[in-house]
């Protein structure tokens, strides 16, 4: 890669947490990136190990690479927040310390924001990896909607209920829109779900892409961030006040508000108040016959 302009096009964002295990996967993702105009933050703000020295001594003479430090041990949702508003480029995506990028995957997501102006955030499919067996995996199903039809508020809706939107939270977006509109993660009961409330409420400001020949591959183990997380009466609530703060805010109209609340809180209900293995169940034949469409 070579040295970037002064104002990066992309800045990508690392958090490190407990990431030795993970360093050469990092490093990895670090080499492959094809994209020449970028910057790089890495942040680690519990420093449980020696990943984030490991990288600023491999690092230290590129330019390109920026490292917070500290013990203040924010959360994921504020450290990812950190990262956000430490980056100057264009584009922005947080980098996971323990999945893997394609090298074509920045090159390909800002493709699609430079030729689709309309477009908010462009992402890749996911494969999901798991370590340990402790977490299900399932095969990636395409988001149920399309390039060609109009966005409105129902095409955010059904990536919400009908689709895994933690996926879109891997893409590249476009860091004015995330600024112009105030749209910092916002906390959530546990930090659960935070991510998939956040890609909604950027979906409401304007299109999200699928671009296929991206690829991610998420893993997941016993140690993953939300490897603990469980969504019952209390999520379903604290899902109800989040969502329809995001909706009061950036919905395209008063009717939209109305609309889109009714859809999101009777989702939340049904996801919280039934017994989980059948909200599970309810999960899996969703995703069944999107695969089969």
Known sequence: MSVARDKPLVSVGIPLYRSSRFLEIVIENIEAIEYPNIEVIISDRHQFDDALARLKVQYASDARFRFLEGRDRLNWVEHFNLLLKEARGTYFLWMAHDDSYSSNYIADLVAALEDHPDVVLAFGRVEQLSLDGFLPTFPFTPPPTTDQEEWTLASSLRLLTLWQLWIAFRGVFRLKVVEDAHLQIRQTYGNIRADIYWVFALSLRGRLRYVESCVCVK???????????????????????????????????????WKGKVVVYLWCCVQGFLPSSLARRLGILTRRALLGR
């Open 219 to 257: 893993r997941f183990h016993r140690s993953s961030g939300g490897a603990g997380w469980r969504f019952g009466v209390r999520q379903s609530l604290n899902a109800c006040r989040v969502l329809g703060g995001y909706l009061n805010e950036l919905a395209p109209s008063p009717r939209g508000v």
